[in-house]
């Protein structure tokens, strides 16, 4: 179940509007539809479905106020992100390390 969500996470940080839409959900407590439709060229229907991508891999929180339905950002399945460029990070700073390494005795 673990490793089905952490692909969900990828698969849904993978597409551009879904990043935006993560930060411009991290930047507010909640939006609604209309107001988060406005940030983009694209229809509600379409922005819908992104959420919808976004809420099944538990990275967007939604409730219902009336007729209308707010959404939040949940920023914490970004941690598998992290973690994994975390060792990518490790092995650039060596390499950059041993690039400098080999300029300075050159």
Do not use: C
């Not at 673990?2 to 993978?14: G, L, R, T, Y």
Request: proline share 3%; hydrophobic share 40%.
């Amino acid at each position: 179940m673990k490793n089905q969500i952490e692909q969900d996470v990828f698969a849904a940080i993978a597409d551009p509007t879904r990043r935006e839409l993560l930060r411009l959900l991290s930047k507010e407590e909640e939006l609604p539809l209309y107001r988060i439709t406005d940030h983009f060229e694209i229809g509600r229907t379409a922005v819908s479905k992104h959420l919808t991508v976004l809420k099944a891999a538990n990275l967007v929180y939604d409730r219902k106020e009336g007729r209308e339905t707010r959404y939040r950002a949940n920023t914490r399945p970004l941690k598998v992100v992290r973690d994994w460029l975390s060792y990518y990070e490790v092995f650039w700073n060596e390499n950059i390390l041993q690039l400098k390494k080999i300029l300075e005795e050159e």
